[in-house]
């Protein structure tokens, strides 16, 4: 649309010729919610790790449904606004009481819970909804009884969110792909 068909449109001009108060005030108003549009593409996200929790549900490790292992992480997901997860990133590190990785894995477990739905398969979201907590878990099977550090890194490659248990812990004293990411340069 030309400049001329669009001012024929709308008269944004005053008498004089000029644009009118209102349509600066407009213009301003339009120009500011186009850059917190663009600047909310990135959305607010928070992992935190609420701590060890004992159930009976089947948790799948390692592509194995089991229901002897009834110690996990129960780890809490947020977005300030809704927010599909596809694209996005969850790692978990495991680490013994000196410091060394004992293992690492790529997305929370997924178990059998009962949900408004019934019983089904639960894990990662599609959605976060807006403001609303989601849980996920983390099975901690026979090779993690060393296990003194979990650090879970969630979000997307270009946002990244981090959270440490138990949460006295630093991440610092710990080696992992995104730390420097997180933590900025040295």
Known sequence: MGEVEFEEMFDFHSTTGQPS?????????GMILSVITISGIAQDISVRVIGKEKSSDLIQVDRVWRKDLPDRLKVRLRATKETPTGG??????????KGNLIRSQ????????RTKRGVEEVGLPQVLESARASEVFLALPENLKGLRTTIIVFGFPDKLVADIY????????????????????D
Request: glycine share 6%; aromatic share 18%; hydrophobic share 45%.
């Open 88 to 97: 996005m990133i969850f790692n978990a590190y495991f680490y013994d009481d």
């Open 106 to 113: 790529k997305g929370p477990n997924m178990v059998w819970a």
């Open 21 to 29: 108060d209102e349509m600066k005030t407009l213009a301003l108003i």
């Open 166 to 185: 138990p949460s006295g812990k630093k991440f610092d004293d710990f080696e992992f792909p995104e730390k420097q990411a997180l933590l900025g340069a």
